[in-house]
């Protein structure tokens, strides 16, 4: 299935690939994806593909070079699946924004960064929808 959200001058395209997520699960999803909209806005159309199994050398996420961000879902809660999709996004924030180089994939700037900001952006995001708690350990 695929969505589309249109912000002020970008636009998400939300894929599901054999995701294995529920359909009552998708505004659960978009509205975490409005929630880092808000938080870290993106200036380029974006991609966010949800996917069942690995694609190439991904662990949990993955983003490339034209703005895909993929995220496994495969026997992961949504807090797991949110929290990966939340370090692409700021990676792509990173080099969409603030125009950075890659760096390395272990330590480093961006990727100590993406660690951080990810989990600030959870607990962000939990402390602004506390009733959300049930969904996000689904």
Known sequence: MTLYYIYI??????IHRNSGVGKEEYKFYDNFIKFLQKEYPLKNDISVVFVG????????GSRTHDGELRV???????????????????HEYQMGVLNRKRGPDIGG?????ANAISGQVMKKFEKKYPKIEKNMYD
């Open 53 to 60: 199994n690995r694609v190439g050398e991904m662990t949990t």
């Open 9 to 14: 001058n970008m636009k998400v395209t939300v």
């Open 109 to 113: 700037q961006n990727e100590d960064e």
């Open 72 to 90: 496994l879902t495969k026997g992961r809660i949504n807090r797991d699946i949110l929290r990966t999709l939340a370090h692409e996004w700021t």
